[in-house]
C-alpha cells in the first residue's frame, strides 16, 4: 500500500524559509496531480498549491503566490514545497495528497490508505 509522509517543517520567524517535502512508499503518485494542503485548529483543510502531472503546470493559493514553490521528481514519488518569505498567518499542519481539478474545487483524492499521512507542523513567530 501506498503512504505518504510529510517532512521539513519547524519554527522560524517571519521572513523566514522553509522546505517541506512528501514521500510517497510503497510506490509512486502515478498520474496523479499532487498537492500540498494545510489546516489550522477549527478551520478545513484548504489546498496550498498543485502541480499538473503530465505539463507540470502550477496552481497558487492567492495567499502565497510569489512565496511559494511547488515542484516534485522525475521519479514521481517525492513532493517538495519551497516557501520563503513566511508569515505568521502561514502557521498550520502542512499534508500533501492528490488533488482534482479546478472545477471540484481542488478537493483531496484519496489514493492512499490512510489517505492522509501524519502531516509537518509549521509555525512562524511574528
Known amino acids: 500500500q501506498i503512504q505518504l509522509g510529510e517532512s521539513g517543517g519547524g519554527s522560524v520567524q517571519a521572513g523566514g524559509s522553509l522546505t517541506l517535502s512528501c514521500a510517497a512508499s510503497?510506490?509512486?503518485?502515478?498520474?496523479?496531480?499532487m498537492g500540498w494542503f494545510r489546516q489550522t485548529p477549527g478551520k478545513e483543510r484548504e489546498i496550498v498549491a498543485r502541480?499538473?502531472?503530465?505539463?507540470?503546470?502550477?496552481y497558487y493559493v492567492d495567499s502565497v503566490k510569489g512565496r511559494f514553490t511547488i515542484s516534485r521528481d522525475n521519479a514521481n514519488k517525492d513532493l517538495y514545497l519551497q516557501m520563503a518569505s513566511l508569515k505568521p498567518e502561514d502557521t498550520a499542519m502542512y499534508y500533501c495528497?492528490?488533488?482534482?481539478?479546478?472545477?471540484?474545487?481542488?478537493?483531496?483524492?484519496?489514493?492512499?490508505?490512510?489517505?492522509w499521512g501524519q502531516g509537518t507542523q509549521v509555525t512562524v513567530s511574528s
Open positions: 495528497n492528490a488533488v482534482g481539478s479546478a472545477a471540484s474545487g481542488f478537493k483531496p483524492l484519496c489514493f492512499t490508505t490512510p489517505c
Open positions: 510503497g510506490g509512486t503518485f502515478g498520474v496523479y496531480h
Open positions: 502541480i499538473n502531472w503530465g505539463s507540470g503546470d502550477t
